[in-house]
């Protein structure tokens, strides 16, 4: 019997593993690829998405062009992983044995515990992500006046968030939409721990933007209308309203990876 190696997700790691495979081992071994997503999404490039999602065919490319024809992929989501019997177990298929297995599911955005953050944020790890992003900020701003412009908040001043401010901001000038757009991060400086120049750089670009960049406030809770921001025992927090918020704070491993084996 050839040997079979089993991968698991279609982002990066997983994609570039299969291609990997491909070139190295030829046909001496049999490949299995398993991912939710029927296509490798180019993640880094999402963002684009939250200004036009139209450009979708610019950041997903279907794995059928990525991969080899011998390679078997299965659209699937991985559930459980037997590792004493080498058996990945999914969805809908209870025995897709491996040799060698490789679990390539990135990582999940981190919430910290913050009071109804999960709740009520976007958050921005995928397509679908970028789109319900994409379309709230819409639907604000339909609803929105020059007197009652849409807030739309983002918090984590990362590249993800300095990016997705700076797409919401293009799309706020291409269609006129009153709008106010604040950038709010847990620490001095937005990028943290990034070159100087750089963050200055991305600094001025945002607030030549009309971005508002709140520094050195931690969010601390969120209920259907409100941030709250900071707040101790003996001060209350501040309030901060909002129409759309997306969470860009942080991400963590993926706890289901954990469960799985
Ligand atoms: C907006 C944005 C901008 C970014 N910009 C940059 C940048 O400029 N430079 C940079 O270096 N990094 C950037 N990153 C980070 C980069 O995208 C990640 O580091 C990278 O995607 C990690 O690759 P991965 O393959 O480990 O995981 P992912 O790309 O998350 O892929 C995981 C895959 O596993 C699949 N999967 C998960 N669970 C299961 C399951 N149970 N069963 C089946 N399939 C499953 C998922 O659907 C997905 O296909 C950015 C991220 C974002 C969100």
Redesign the pocket.
């Known amino acids: 019997m050839s040997t079979r190696a089993v991968i698991?997700?279609?982002?990066?790691?997983?994609t570039g593993a299969v291609k990997k495979l491909e070139e190295v081992a030829g046909n001496s071994i049999d490949i299995t690829w398993?991912?939710?997503?029927k296509y490798h999404?180019v993640?880094?490039e999402?963002?684009r998405c939250i200004r036009d999602p139209s450009i979708e065919s610019d950041v997903v490319i279907p794995v059928d062009e990525v991969k080899q024809p011998d390679t078997e992929f299965i659209h699937d989501?991985?559930t459980n992983v037997d590792v004493d019997n080498r058996i990945v177990e999914t969805d809908t298929q209870s025995d897709i044995a491996y040799d060698h297995l490789l679990l390539?599911?990135?990582?999940e955005t981190a919430f910290y515990g913050i009071d109804g953050l999960q709740g009520h944020a976007h958050q921005?790890?995928g397509l679908d992500d970028a789109q319900e992003i994409h379309s709230d900020v819409k639907s604000a701003a339909e609803s929105a006046t020059q007197q009652n412009p849409a807030k739309i908040v983002i918090g984590g001043a990362g590249?993800?968030g300095i990016?997705t401010a700076g797409e919401i901001a293009e799309y706020r000038d291409d269609k006129r939409a009153p709008m106010e757009i604040t950038l709010v991060e847990g620490l001095d400086e937005i990028f943290p721990g990034n070159d100087t120049e750089l963050q200055t750089a991305l600094q001025e670009r945002l607030e030549e933007k009309g971005v508002n960049i709140m520094t050195g406030e931690f969010i601390s809770g969120v209920d259907e209308n409100v941030i709250y921001i900071g707040g101790s025992e003996d001060q209350d927090p501040t309030q901060l309203a909002y129409d759309t918020l997306v969470w860009t704070g942080g991400i963590t491993g993926?706890k289901?990876s954990a469960t799985l084996i």
């Open positions: 698991v997700g279609s982002g990066y790691a997983g398993i991912s939710e997503h999404l993640l880094h999402v963002h989501r991985v390539a599911v990135g990582s921005l790890k590249l993800s990016q993926q289901k």
